[in-house]
């Protein structure tokens, strides 16, 4: 359940990102709500989460969704560069993750 609980950290982290590019855009009680949300819930999970998975374990997955789940909606959302090597360290970023979980 941890593992589930530090992916829905994960996304909460890439809402609340998505949440700071709506503020910088239009401010109102919607995009902060947004931001918000999103941050509080990321941190909420991310707190269930580390109660049986290690700090550095937890914090360097969570990172990596959020870095990578941010670059991902950039790119697809925001018309953000969809160069080969953005891609390239993406994979990166989620390949560490994976060998983070395998080793744990």
Known sequence: MSWIFLLIA?????????????????????????????????????????????MSTAYAIWTGIGTAGSTLIGMIVYGESRDWRRLLFISMVLSAAVGLKLTS
Not at 13 to 26: D, F, L, Q, S
């Open 10 to 54: 994960g996304f909460g982290e890439v809402a609340g990102v998505m949440g700071i590019n709506k503020v910088n855009r239009k401010m109102n009680f919607l995009t902060f709500g947004w931001l918000f949300g999103g941050f509080t819930i990321s941190f909420i999970f991310l707190a269930l989460a580390m109660e049986s998975i290690p």
